[in-house]
């Protein structure tokens, strides 16, 4: 239980902090110590379990089909680990409340830091490899927004999407390599694959699974080849570099290199790898440090230094060596954080990390410079200081590491000049920054900061002091029960804790790095301290270049496969697509059609050729006028329609006629009203009409149009002239009137056989509606249709008066006759609305009806007119329609059944005699209403648009722009 | 009958998908008219044509299914029917906020001749 509340306080406190206001820093800030403190007490309080060596396990099933449950486990290693995540995220929490400028959205911040803290913490007690990975991911997105925090700025936007891509790339490589183990070992959790050690050793995956689990740790732990973007992303504000680039999220990597250990290591393949990568890294970051202008900039190289010397002493394949590894990440943690919140501070401060323009800050703040110097000198590992402990250990594994003579005489000397590089760096940004003399003026005037600010880094001062001269009584436990975790056989190798270890090679070592290193330093500021010269060494391996060419390589060819394998025009597209439909259809259907025109000749019925003749040359006249002539290809459509609804009623279907007919009435309208937007369109104007490539297409279209119009015709004659087979209509004919309740089978088909159908169409509709409303407030007209309208030209022009009884105009009749429309249409609607259950009509139609009659009065009177008068609101008929229907559906649930069940309800009324009352008649109501609200919500609406070019031309252009710069 | 309701789909359809392949929104939206009712007519073919038989039951006789036009395709159809009007509606407005965005009514936004 408490590891699950250790898991999951981070992220509620996530979601709480999101919640506050935008400068609620100190609320915020309280809240998320508290989270961290807390989770940390937690955690502490389990530490004599773990010292007794237990591990602890809490699982849940999550996707048991697939083996898989959300598993909890924690033993020493992931202990000391998740302590430093909390303790650090605590100290981390209180830095950054006063280093938030208040100008900063705090919630956000907090926020992402404790959802950070979360996924770390779910990374380190994962007892199960895929959870592990999730969280692992996790840890890349959010560190990804952390790093982003400061989004106006490009650097940070640059560096969170490298720092992202490099790291989530590599979690994908994390995620192949824990498939594999999972399969050899036959199960995810972790002790399942610590268990199978042999097995995978023996495998034949088994290098691969080497490289991807160390393509996962690397890219984590920026080790070289993948330290790039580490540097990059030091544009993330300072307090989620201390935590992120010190503590936790770069020491993700080497923890799970830890935590395979002892399944993947001991291998000349884990040696070579891991030694060379941690080699590189080591060496590189320390040189690389050396030359940085930004104290950032130092600071994140030489974390890629300490890194690559925790993952060398990882590869090192020796126990003693993940002892002095363990060590390292702990006291790499506190000097780096520490570390960290002093350039923060100076930056604070001053208003500049620039090592050139920064100096002589001891006078300013002597406390800040202090600590400063006191983990600078932990980081350099000078002595009394717990740097100084693993470094020792790390000098000490490097001369046994290797067999061969050349490796045990490189070995050494590489890391001796590391320890070089490091004392170097770490003496530069000291001396530049609190020592001599400012070379001009800084931005700032430097004093000390809030003491709240120096107490998260003198805390972790205090603790590399307490480490360094007391190592067995302070980390000595600790360090322990860590190690013996971590090697399950239990085999802890002997070591000491001791400051003074006699006369020996590490000391040696030691000592040579300090000589070195202050020499480097001291000929590297007579020569006045050249800054990114000598990094050009380094661009040879640059894998920020590597990195940006690969990207820009990838976008290029995906670019070019775009092109060639789509395309942006809609009619190519189209065509495809119709191809595609013909040919699919034409392979499906070969062989299975069988035609004979001959037997249905006879039975045709002139009336009806004649009705189709028509339709027919409509169609094909519409097809030919859509261009240049709108509204005569938009009437000949309108005579299409009335065709096929004729055809219904011919065929026994007098509810689709009906439907159609209103449809094709509000749609005419509709279309209508669109015309008024639509460009000018000449023949003359386009001249490019009759090129080789315009006749090419347009006879393109003609043949798919053909081939496509031949297919249907086919088609429809081959099912036509076949017998229908068996379906479920039998049932619907047999239950509609004792089951439905009604005799009109198409509506109990709509209204309760597939009620729920209904349900969703309406509520599409209503979506719809309300899209269209939302579009068209946004939109506004093109500029040439507002100048060439009527009203425009002619200013002198009256609106129309909404207190003329009638509205003057030339439609004087239509619109007295208009007016008496409306009650005629209501009457209409509602009668078929009612008789829709069992003869034709119903909610739907029945609201057409009712809709056409609204819009026939906007279109006669007018619509200032109108609206004086009479307010629809289409919304809550929309609304209410939608709770009606959904009412009528749970009525069901009053008499425990399905929802939309059919109830009926039969009472005897005085005078009226039995009544037949059915919830499907309420659902129809709400189709009714629904449909009603949602026709007239889309032609007000359009109707409204003309109403707006009466408004001054320059307020129009000065909201279009806004909101085409929004 | 069935050949000329065959026809009349064959006709619809293709000058449906004519005007579809048109550059030009409004000619699209006629197209897409067309081919609905294409479509419609056709999913109404699926139960057969029959004459005077419309599903509606005289409730003081037992119902002999063979005796109605099929009521599903019907019932299917009404649905396309009430659906293809608001998508003709969306696609309307869709149309004419896009020449009130780009200033042409080419289908791509961008005048490209013909």
Known sequence: MTLYLVLLLPFLGALGAGLFRANARNVEAWLAAAVAISCAILLGRLYPEMAAGEVLRVSVDWMPQYGLSFGLRLDGFAWMFAMMVTVIGALVVVYARYYMSPADPVPRFFSFLLAFMGSMLGVVLSGNLIQLVVFWELTSFTSFVLIAYWYHRADARAGARMALTVTAAGGTCLLAAVLMLGHIAGGYELDDVLAATQAIRAHEFYPWIVVLVLLGAFTKSAQFPFHFWLPRAMAAPTPVSAYLHSATMVKAGVFLLARMWPVLSGTDVWFAIVCSAGLASLLLGAYAATFQRDMKGVLAYSTISHLGLITLLLGMNSPLALVAAVFHMLNHATFKASLFMAAGIVDHETGTRDLQRLGGLYHAMPITATLAIVAAAAMAGVPLLNGFLSKEMFFAETIFAGEELWVRIALPAVATVAGMFSVAYSARFIRQVFFGKAPGELPREPHEPTRWMLLPSATLVLACLLVGTLPAITVGPVLELATRSILVDGRMPKYSLAVWHGLNTPLMMSAAAFIGGIAIHLFLTRQGHPVGVLTPLFRRFDGKRAFAVTRVTLVRAATTLARIMSSTRLQTQLALIVFFIIALAAVATTGHLGIDVSTHLATIDPAFALLWLVGGACAIGAALQAKFHRLAALIMVGCAGLVTSLTFAWFSAPDLALTQVSVEAVTTVLLLLGLRWMPKRLPMDLPNRDTTRARARRLRDATLAIVAGLGMAVLAYAVLTQPAGPSIRDFIVENALPRGGGQNIVNVILVDFRGFDTFGEITVLGIVALTIYKLLRRFRPAPEVMTTSSEKRDPSRELPDPRDPVPRGALLVPAILGRLLLPMAGVVSVFFLLRGHNAPGGGFVGGLVMATGFIAQYLVNGTLWVESRMRIHPQYWIGGGLLCAAGAGALAWFASKPFLSAIVWEPKLPLIGKLHLSSVLLFDLGVYFLVVGTTTLMLIALAHQSLRSHRRPAEHDAMTSVRMVR | ?114
């Not at chain 2, 309701?5 to 030009?24: E, M, Q, T």
């Not at chain 2, 699926?46 to 509606?56: E, H, I, K, Q, V």
């Open chain 2, 1 to 114: 009958m069935e050949l000329i309701y065959s026809l009349a789909v064959g006709i619809f359809c293709a000058c449906g998908v004519w005007l579809v392949l048109r550059p030009r929104t409004f000619q699209v939206i006629l197209g897409l008219a067309l081919l609905s009712y294409a479509t419609n007519l056709f999913i109404f073919a699926m139960g057969r044509l029959t004459l005077d038989r419309p599903p509606l039951i005289d409730p003081n006789v037992v119902p002999d299914p063979s005796l109605f036009d099929d009521p599903i395709p019907q019932a299917l159809v009404l649905t396309a029917i009430v659906i293809g009007f608001a998508t003709t509606a969306l696609f309307l407005v869709m149309l004419i906020a896009a020449r009130g965005f780009t200033g042409t009514d080419h289908v791509d936004g961008v005048e490209k001749g013909d």
